[in-house]
T-cell receptor
Framework: GQQLNQSPQSMFIQEGEDVSMNCTSSSIFNTWLWYKQDPGEGPVLLIA?????ELTSNGRLTAQFGITRKDSFLNISASIPSDVGIYFCAGLPTDSWGKLQFGAGTQVVVTP | EAGVAQSPRYKIIEKRQSVAFWCNPISGHATLYWYQQILGQGPKLLIQ????????DSQLPKDRFSAERLKGVDSTLKIQPAKLEDSAVYLC???FGQGFYEQYFGPGTRLTVT
């Protein structure tokens, strides 16, 4: 079946640094969503992308829908301690009737 | 606006017992999803409802899992009998409807099967 490859698997960064992560797929996607999950909680939607090449920001977060429609990127600028968590990409393949596929997540650890 | 509600938050059962989870989606959301999230992995869709009809249950282990959304609002997911490998977080999500792909998740139910 289709798979999303999310990388890196984990990141250890210092407060104030920028963070970049990405997701790639072998198939074309119509939509990319980025979520953050804190321990013991459900994923929280951060950014939604709907068009190839689209670049969208939400505060210090910026995400891009790759022009090939097979990848997406998330950047966090000037990281702060509350950025700690697991970030998931989720993609919607064509003709999937809303059936999102999730990456395995990128765990971000921020040290002071 | 109230988010997706789930209960219980935690459940510990022995294998071969049964368990049920409840979900109340965001008001007005027609589409409801149940996901299973195993530790260290992303959520995996179990079943998708559009109002009270099933859209996709291709990944639901139907020999032991069942779900219903009788009135098109809240939903229950049941496991009977449970196996050790069912230990996971069960997440409920909802979206406005077909063609609206932004899904909003509840806090999840952490199930431990011993």
């Amino acid at each position: 079946g289709q798979q999303l490859n999310q990388s890196p698997q984990s990141m250890f960064i210092q407060e104030g640094e920028d963070v970049s992560m990405n997701c790639t797929s072998s198939s074309i996607f119509n939509t990319w969503l980025w979520y953050k999950q804190d321990p013991g909680e459900g994923p929280v939607l951060l950014i939604a992308l709907y068009k190839a090449g689209e670049l969208t920001s939400n505060g210090r977060l910026t995400a891009q829908f790759g022009i090939t429609r097979k990848d997406s990127f998330l950047n966090i600028s000037a990281s702060i301690p509350s950025d700690v968590g697991i970030y998931f990409c989720a993609g919607l393949p064509t003709d999937s009737w809303g059936k999102l596929q999730f990456g395995a997540g990128t765990q971000v650890v921020v040290t002071p | 606006e109230a988010g997706v509600a789930q209960s219980p938050r935690y459940k510990i059962i022995e294998k071969r017992q049964s368990v049920a989870f409840w979900c109340n989606p965001i008001s007005g959301h027609a589409t409801l999803y149940w996901y299973q999230q195993i530790l260290g992995q992303g959520p995996k869709l179990l079943i998708q409802f559009q109002n009270n009809g099933v859209v996709d249950d291709s990944q639901l282990p139907k020999d032991r899992f069942s779900a219903e959304r009788l009135k098109g609002v809240d939903s229950t997911l049941k496991i009977q009998p449970a196996k050790l490998e069912d230990s996971a977080v069960y997440l409920c999500a909802s979206s406005f409807g077909q063609g609206f792909y932004e899904q909003y998740f509840g806090p999840g139910t952490r199930l431990t099967v011993t």
